[in-house]
């Protein structure tokens, strides 16, 4: 057995086994998409066509997929960043099959860059749809990048709150990622716009959002 291990390890660096895993997950994704019901709540002066606004959309990693699937859904995919990360590239993968444009980055890694691409992106389509709290967290504690993002490209920040009716809980992960079963029905609300000023961020103000 020993002596297959390397070969093993071989099988899943080479571009055929990555190639066969990201179609299989697409196709598992495209299938729970398929099952999945949705239904919207929009906070008071947010309109129907909210998605298609300028801004900076973000959601929670632990919605990953519930957020996914709502700018799917909508037919309001735009660019998001994803971690350059072996994972991530996976994710990248997966978000261009579903119609995003992707920028690979993160605080991390090539955080200048994803950041021009990123403000190139704002001012081109006015929109960014991306994971909130990033890739590794803390959960629930937003990016302060964004916040800057959302400054220099002068537009607002909108959070989008997903949750859903049934779900697996992975308790393992750092997030508590939750998959949707299939058939469940994600309940996304659509919160208020919220602009953060160059004088906010000097003061050291920070957007305190809502867990989901």
Avoid at 8 to 28: D, E, H, P, Q, W
Avoid at 158 to 172: G, L, M, P, R, S
Wanted: net charge positive; hydrophobic share 40%.
């Amino acid at each position: 057995m020993k002596s297959l291990k390397p070969i093993l390890k071989s099988c899943k660096k080479g571009r055929l086994f990555s190639a066969v895993t990201k179609y299989f997950l697409y196709g598992i994704l495209r299938f729970l998409f398929m099952t999945y019901r949705i239904k919207i709540t929009r906070a008071p002066g947010v309109n129907a066509q909210a998605p298609a606004h300028e801004g900076i959309f973000y959601f929670w990693h632990q919605h990953i997929v519930a957020g996914m699937y709502y700018f799917f859904k909508t037919k309001s995919t735009g660019a998001c960043i994803v971690s350059p990360s072996n994972d991530g590239k996976i994710a990248g993968f997966l978000c261009k099959k579903l119609g995003f444009d992707v920028l690979y980055g993160s605080s991390h890694k090539s955080s200048v860059s994803v950041l021009r691409a990123a403000l190139t992106a704002l001012r081109t389509n006015g929109r960014l749809c991306l994971v909130g709290d990033g890739s590794r967290g803390p959960a629930f504690q937003l990016q302060p990048g964004l916040e800057y993002l959302a400054t220099k490209a002068s537009v607002p920040l909108v959070f989008v709150e997903c949750t859903v009716t049934h779900a697996i809980t992975f308790k393992k992960s750092w997030d508590q990622f939750k998959l949707p079963l299939p058939f469940s029905t994600i309940h996304i609300t659509v919160h208020q716009p919220v602009s953060i000023t160059p004088e906010c961020l000097k003061s050291g103000h920070r957007l305190h959002a809502v867990s989901s």
